[in-house]
């Protein structure tokens, strides 16, 4: 049975950076995507990014010029940093596996979410 | 833009049938998936491609697709669909995914 489970820093300040991994237990690492998602407070998902195994990335073009994601794909693990936070980037974070094929996408497999909170 | 409009809101009889649905022109292109969230929890992806159910995914969901709008079907809903839904694809580009704005879904 796959699992993600993610870990990083809950509270931050205000220009600070977030800083979150997921490390994947059970089946193929190098057979998918991995990707960041996340959810403000009584809103909708948010795609942040995707990265493939071998270090290639996507990301959302409204985020792009602060956020960072990288992999180890020895510890299959994956990490999202997102740079100079300010509290609209309060949210839960969520890291999730990218089911991928020329017609379709899915996240199917989800982490437990972390709650990033941005305050001065 | 990285979001899709979805109906905020639709309500269902309990047993009865009810359609979400989703527009986006690179759906001329690529199936949807569909992911239901519960309060307090992480979404769960419930069809994804041309119509795809995860193992452990009743079959009164289903997924279906018409020129650039999918459509989430509950068929026979019942008390535990009550949730938010979302529907996700890849934006034009290839390069991006997008969520729709996500439907709540009252199972009266």
């Known amino acids: 049975q796959v699992q993600l489970q993610q870990w990083g820093t809950g509270l931050l300040k205000p220009s600070e950076t977030l800083s979150l991994t997921c490390a994947v237990y059970g089946g193929s690492f190098s057979d998918y995507y991995w990707t960041w998602i ?15 195994h071998s270090g290639s990335t996507n990301y ?3 985020l792009k010029s602060r956020v960072t994601l990288s992999v180890e ?11 100079s936070v300010t509290a609209a980037d309060t949210a839960v974070y969520y890291c999730a596996r990218v089911m991928y094929s020329s017609m379709f996408d899915a996240f199917d497999i989800w982490g437990q979410g972390t709650m990033v909170t941005v305050s001065s | 833009s990285s979001e899709l409009s979805q109906d905020p809101a639709v309500s269902v009889a309990l047993g009865q049938t009810v359609r979400i649905t ?4 690179s759906l001329r292109r690529f199936y949807a998936s569909w992911y239901q969230q519960k309060p307090g929890q992480a979404p769960v992806l ?7 159910r995860p193992s452990g995914i009743p079959d009164r969901f289903s997924g279906s697709s018409s020129g650039n709008t999918a459509s989430l079907t509950i068929t026979g809903a019942q008390a535990e669909d009550e949730a938010d839904y979302y529907c996700n694809f890849r934006d034009s580009s290839g390069n991006h995914q997008v969520f729709g704005t996500g ?4 199972v009266l």
């Open chain 2, 46 to 52: 419930v069809i994804y491609g041309k119509n795809n």
């Open chain 1, 60 to 62: 959302n073009p409204s």
């Open chain 1, 73 to 83: 794909t020895s510890k299959r693990q994956f990490s999202l940093k997102l740079r």
């Open chain 2, 22 to 25: 989703c527009q986006g022109d």
């Open chain 2, 103 to 106: 439907t709540q879904v009252t």
């Open chain 1, 38 to 52: 996340r959810q403000p407070p009584g809103k909708g998902l948010e795609w942040i990014g995707e990265i493939t």
